[in-house]
């Protein structure tokens, strides 16, 4: 049972826009900024998305962040084949002390 | 551009002590805006934070891994330590050491992952 809760798995068609979900508290992303991370299965996460909203550099501008209250979401446009992977959100919990993560999603672009 | 590797036995034995090491380049673990940690991932399952530590020596830790755990730098060697103990098959998982900042909000730097199994 992850602290963060993602939906399992999302689906959309090549050229669409998704939108996945990260619902959290008031000791975690209540009060803390959340980062995304891109997993193709076999490999090291990669950084999307982190203070809620900014890009690290190379990281293409289909890819955007939000936070509102003690959730955040991630959005991706024009989806490509090449975006199918793990997607998970990220931030620290002032009340465990504690990195938490959500269970993940998984993108299916048809 | 910094880089992680992660190394150690692919293998373990039930109830004995992981120990996995991360090697830095391109960077030094004394910066002082970052700590260091280790994040695992069950084969088939999400991402779990196990623990950071930061050139001062001020650490951070999982409590669900109820005090099993250590993570410690060596600045001479420009690396950082996972000690684990009283392993059982639970701990089977691919090991990831990254960088983090002290906020611990995002982990910016990431090794490719060690897969530790744990079997008798």
């Known amino acids: 049972q992850s602290v963060l809760t993602q939906p399992p798995s999302v689906s959309a068609a090549p050229g669409q826009k998704v939108t996945i979900s990260c619902s959290g508290s008031s000791s975690n992303i209540g009060n803390n900024d959340v980062s995304w991370y891109l997993q193709v299965p076999g490999t090291a996460p990669k950084v999307l998305i982190y203070d809620n909203n900014k890009r690290p550099s190379g990281i293409p501008d289909r890819f955007s962040g939000s936070k509102s209250g003690t959730s955040a979401t991630l959005g991706i446009t024009g989806l490509q084949t090449g975006d199918e992977a793990d997607y998970y959100c990220?931030?620290?919990?002032?009340?465990?002390?504690?990195?938490?993560f959500g269970g993940g999603t998984k993108l299916t672009v048809l | 551009q910094l880089q992680l590797q992660e190394s150690g036995p692919g293998l373990v034995r039930p109830s004995e002590t992981l120990s996995l090491t991360c090697t830095v380049s391109g960077g030094s673990v004394r910066s002082s805006n970052y700590y260091w940690g280790w994040i695992r991932q069950p084969p088939g399952k999400g991402l779990e934070w196990i623990g950071s530590v930061a050139y001062s020596g001020n650490t951070y830790y999982n409590p669900s891994l109820n005090g099993r755990v250590t993570v410690s730098l060596d600045p001479s060697k420009n690396q950082f330590s996972l000690r684990l103990s009283s392993l059982t098959a639970a701990d089977t998982a691919v090991y990831f050491c990254?960088?983090?900042?002290?906020?611990?909000?995002?982990?910016?730097?990431w090794g490719q992952g060690t897969l530790v199994t744990v079997s008798s």
């Open positions: 990254a960088r983090l900042p002290y906020t611990h909000n995002v982990m910016n730097a």
């Open positions: 990220g931030t620290w919990d002032r009340s465990l002390s504690a990195v938490v």
